[in-house]
Each structure stands twice: as structure tokens, then as C-alpha cells.
């Protein structure tokens, strides 16, 4: 049987090949990366991840051709960024960074429609299309009840989904964005994510930014790329990424834990005593262990091989109650983890001191 090997389905419209980026300064360069190359594709979200100073806004700025590369070049369309006049540039790329608060005495229905200059000429009158797009726009990020406010009386996160709605008017193929839900709260940052990556499927752009929002990115992106001062920049899927061990070797640091399955990080508590927890697996079983684990106290689930005390147990019976036995008695019982947290530390201390007094009279040898 002919084994068939893998060939890419959608184009390739943005192509960095051994770009360095950074900035001029007084004597020289600052070099921020080097030695990029990467691609990005079509009806696709890409995610760029990474630490802050990792060169993530320097890198959006050059792809964008706000500033210049240091070295090597980037293609865009399979033409060199440089050799596109700013025209023509309006028309394949729009931006959204994160210092535009500084528009004032303008409606959002006003700088929304700025998005409509390339196509609008030079007196930048709206046809019916053009009002249509608008239209279509506002609606598309939930800001069509703030077409008539003007900007200065917008939150944050609502001029943020402003200049969102005015990228999305332009129309190009391609937009860049550099921490777009950085303002958002957290329903605002899923709904605004979900939304992107339909309009990279259903327009089939090219949708590339940078966030903070690693976890997010992971369940959304189509690709992710991770750049690290040291590390350099890995793209690729986020599950091939997890599975081979990538976005740990990036982001994991002490204190941490991260499920490749899931695609989650997770906080890492240290514990300083053992409690017995007994009941059937269940989403209050669950959370009643997440909880102790918090306040320091890691359950388990035999007291052999353990500092657990045979004396005291957490029983959930899974009928909503919570309840502690002492010495085969049960001495609290609960409707909430919060009450049971905070009634049964003492109790467990005491129980552990004694347990670990009891432990170090026996040796090895006993």
C-alpha cells in the first residue's frame, strides 16, 4: 500500500523567513528575535504566546510593517512586505493594538466606519455597502447599542471592541491583533475569541494574536505559536504542542502542573497534613478535596504509607453533606465545604500531632 505523505490544505499568506526583529538604537541594534521562520495560513486563528518581553508587540509591529525588520524578510501573499505601498497594504492587513484610547469626540458608529477608508476615496463617503458592513460589524462584536456614544464615554473593554468591530469593517484578509481581550471581562474575552476564530472559518482570514490568555488560546487557536527569548519561537497545533512537551519546556514554572490531555494548567499547592477522605467519586467528592488541598491538608484515601490518623475521617456520602468522624463518631455534619474547612482544621492538627508523635516511637527495625 502507497503510504500518502501530508500536504497543507490552505494556503500559506504570511511567510517569515529567518526575520530578525528589534529596534535601532543609539550605536547599533537591539536585537529582540532572530532566526524566525514560520507561516501563517488561511481560514485560520494563530495565537502567539508568551512572557512578557518575549517580543511578542515587536514581533506583530514588523509583520505589520510599522516598523522595520532587522534581518531577513516576511512575504505577505508571496510578495516582500517592503515592496507593498501602504494603499495596497490598507487593503490586505488591518491592526488592532492595545494604545487606542486616545480617539475622542467621535461616535463608535464614527470610528467603526474609518475602517471603510481604503474603499471610500478621498472624500471618505459611505455608500450603502460600506453602511451595511458597519452595520454588520457592530452587531458581530455586541457594540450596535453604542453606535452613538461617543468614545470618551466608552469603558476600556468597550473601546476595545470598538476598534475590534473597525478591523473586522476593513475587510482585509488578514488582521493582526496585539492583546484584543486584554480589557475584556471574562465572558467578553470567550465570546470575542469563539468570534474570531468563526470569522477566520466563515471569511477565511487570517487572524493572528498575541494574548496573555494562555488557556483560552489553547481551547480556541488553530495554531499556536511560542516564543521565549531562549527558547526561540515553536509553532503548531496545541495539542501536537502539548503532547510533545512544548508549552511546558515555555510556561511551566514552580508551583505549577499542567494536563496535556486537557490542555489546562493548574495551581500546585503544597499540603502539611493528611486527612482520610472517604465516598463514592462524585462532582462533590471532587471539590471537597480541591478545597482541603487549598487550606493545606492533602486527602487520601488509606492511611497505610501515610501521616493520616486513624482516628479522624472525612466521610461524603454524596447526599450533599459533609461530615467529619472522630474515633468512629460523627461530630460535625455540614451543607457546605466552606463550614467544613473551617471547623475541622483543629480538629485534624490535633489528630495529626498525635499521629506523628505515635510514627516516630517506631524504627525501621519494629
Known sequence: MKIRTFAPIMSISIELKNL???????????????????????SEMICLLGPNGAG??????????????????????????????NKELAKLVSVVLTDNSDIKNMTVEEVVAMGRSPYTGFWGRLNEK?????????????????????MQTLSDGERQ?????????????????????????????????????????????????STHDLEHALQVADQ?????????????????????????????????????????????????RDVLVEGPDSQEYRLCCKALVRNGLKPVTTTEGTLASKDVKIRIPGDGSYRLIEQGRESI??????????????TITKYQISAIREASNFTQYE
Not at 511578542?56 to 516598523?67: I, P
Not at 524578510?73 to 505601498?85: A, F, H, I, N, P
Not at 476598534?163 to 488582521?175: D, G, H, R, S
Not at 455534619?333 to 483543629?346: A, D, N, T
Request: hydrophobic letters at 40%.
Open 56 to 85: 511578542k508587540s515587536t514581533l506583530l509591529r514588523t509583520l505589520a510593517a510599522f516598523q522595520p525588520a532587522l534581518g531577513g524578510t516576511v512575504e505577505v501573499m508571496g510578495r516582500d512586505l517592503q515592496k507593498y505601498s
Open 333 to 346: 455534619k455540614v451543607e457546605k465545604i466552606g463550614h467544613l474547612v473551617q471547623m475541622i482544621v483543629p
Open 161 to 209: 471592541k470598538v476598534m475590534i468591530a473597525k478591523a473586522i469593517a476593513q475587510e482585509t484578509p488578514i488582521i493582526f491583533l496585539d492583546e484584543p481581550t486584554a480589557y475584556l471581562d471574562y465572558p467578553s474575552k470567550i465570546a470575542m475569541m469563539l468570534l474570531l476564530h468563526r470569522l477566520a472559518k466563515a471569511l477565511k482570514k487570517t487572524i493572528f494574536m
Open 20 to 42: 530578525t526583529t528589534g529596534y535601532k538604537v543609539k550605536g547599533g541594534e537591539k536585537v529582540i528575535a532572530k532566526n524566525l521562520n514560520a507561516s501563517l495560513s488561511t
Open 130 to 150: 460600506d453602511k451595511t458592513v458597519i452595520k454588520k460589524c457592530l452587531g458581530w462584536v455586541g457594540i450596535e447599542d453604542l453606535a452613538k456614544r461617543k
Open 224 to 272: 499556536v505559536w511560542l516564543i521565549d527569548p531562549e527558547k526561540g519561537l515553536t509553532t503548531g497545533m496545541p495539542e501536537d504542542l502539548s503532547l510533545n512537551g512544548s508549552i511546558e519546556s515555555y510556561f511551566i514554572k514552580e508551583g505549577m502542573t499542567y494536563d496535556r490531555e486537557s490542555c489546562t494548567f493548574s495551581i500546585e499547592h503544597e499540603t502539611a
